[in-house]
């Protein structure tokens, strides 16, 4: 079993700690943490559910953070990075990342991004059949990459329950869809003997283990088909599988997610041959799995105000931080505790719930609605849990904040991730 949360428990000691060591300093309106020890935990937890040839390319857009990345880069060699950008293919490769732990996902590669990653051996999943023509152009006179390059593949098996993060519907942007796209996805196959991978990932959070497997069964079969025709062709076989990421976690504490282990397994049984080293090298991309309940977020509360039916507790972090829960508080929400101006945990509740109202100019700037909380009060901190992913690497810009500090700790260790973000730096952001 692996851990889900982190606890009051263990955040308050972590609070209480950095208070006395003033890693909270006066100006330090919000700051965001992570719990070292429990990221290694999870990532080593997920190599350990793998075989051992599997490359785990960490989804940077969940997490983009240099230090951070040059943390899970010492973890185990297996450990890499997914890319969904040329920006996050250079940022892995100077955290360190070797271009073998690289792999470069989007939908809108240019020619340039293409023959970049081809001439560093970065992995490239193609998003679709005019890409695949651009990597072949790229490389006439070459033949044979000096990579491995697969092709995006939208199984078609249905949208979860955000459909904003759902890529596996009938129409996806994303990928050849697997039932309509059929005769151009196996012309690609059996004319490009260099395309020896498919990917896919079919949903971030939203998606039952069910579906994301279902989808895996789906290019599995299709793969072994391929194969069959490949042999003859005299081709090489397709053995890289990227099985993209998705795999949902738990924000609400009373539930228990589905567990990494069930899910590889019912992956081997549904696709039994993606487990024979000799026949294929898995690729994963699990971003919020990996990082989201490692980190947490602690708002100063800077005034409460009592309205007859709800108090709004105004903090600095809003959608600037949470963009997704301001603008679809149906599907993403977060725990929260209190806890006072020394660190320590409050209980009991107010009569009246909360808004938890950001700090930006704009009405919808309201982190959660109607949260029954401690009696909060000025100057307490308000933790907002499981905000390790998913949460700066979509900072929003607007009403120009500075962001806040990020701070990663191993026992009583603590080490700044990155400084908050200075005046002159903001302005310079504007310039
Ligand atoms: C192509 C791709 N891979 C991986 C991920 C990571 O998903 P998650 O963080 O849910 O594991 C995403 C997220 O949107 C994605 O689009």
Not at 131 to 145: D, F, H, I, M, Q
Not at 230 to 246: A, E, N, T
Request: with cysteine.
């Amino acid at each position: 079993m692996i851990q889900q949360n982190l606890s009051d428990d263990s955040i308050g000691k972590a609070l209480r700690l950095a208070l006395s060591q003033e890693i909270i300093r006066e100006e330090d309106t919000a700051v965001i943490f992570y719990d070292l020890d429990f990221l290694e935990s999870r990532i080593r937890y997920l190599a350990s559910c793998f075989p051992q040839n599997t490359l785990h390319g960490l989804a940077i857009k969940a997490n983009p953070l240099s230090r951070i990345m040059e943390f899970v880069k010492n973890i185990a060699p297996n450990i890499g990075v997914e890319a969904a950008s040329i920006g996050e293919v250079t940022m892995a490769l100077r955290a360190g990342f070797r271009p073998g732990q690289v792999v470069f996902d989007s939908p809108v590669k240019t020619v340039a991004d293409i023959r970049f990653a081809l001439a560093k051996g970065i992995h490239l999943n193609v998003d679709n059949l005019s890409e695949l023509e651009r990597v072949n152009k790229a490389l006439a006179g070459s033949c044979t990459p000096t990579t491995s390059v697969g092709l995006r593949i939208n199984p078609q098996v249905g949208m979860g329950t955000i459909l904003e993060s759902s890529v596996a519907g009938e129409y996806s942007k994303f990928g050849v869809p697997v039932k309509n796209g059929r005769e151009g996805l196996e012309l690609a196959f059996l004319t490009h003997p260099w395309l020896t991978g498919v990917h896919l990932h079919v949903g971030s959070q939203g998606c039952a283990m069910q579906m994301l497997t279902d989808g895996i069964g789906v290019l599995y079969d299709f793969v072994l088909e391929m194969n069959e025709q490949r042999i003859k062709l005299g081709f090489p076989l397709i053995s890289v599988f990227d099985i993209g990421g998705g795999l949902p976690i738990a924000y609400d504490r009373g539930t228990q997610p589905p567990s990494m282990k069930e899910y590889v397994e019912k992956i081997a049984q549904r696709a039994p041959q993606l487990f024979n080293p000799d026949a294929f090298r898995l690729i994963t991309e699990f971003g919020r799995w990996s990082y989201t309940n490692s980190g947490w977020t602690a708002s100063r509360v800077e005034y409460v105000k009592r309205d007859a039916a709800i108090n709004t507790a105004m903090i600095h972090v809003g959608a600037d931080l949470f963009v997704r829960e301001c603008l679809n508080p149906r599907d993403w929400h977060h725990e929260y505790s209190v806890f006072d101006k020394n660190g320590l945990l409050k209980s009991g509740n107010d009569t009246h719930p909360y808004n938890l109202a950001g700090p930006l100019c704009f009405s919808g700037d309201i982190i959660a609605k109607n949260v029954v909380l401690p009696v909060i009060e000025e100057g307490d901190f308000l933790v907002i849990h499981d905000t390790g992913g998913y949460t700066f690497s979509m900072w929003s810009r607007y009403n120009s904040r500075q962001t806040p500090g990020i701070i990663g700790y191993r026992d009583d260790r603590f080490e700044v991730l990155k400084e908050r973000e200075t005046l002159e730096e903001l302005y310079r952001f504007w310039e």
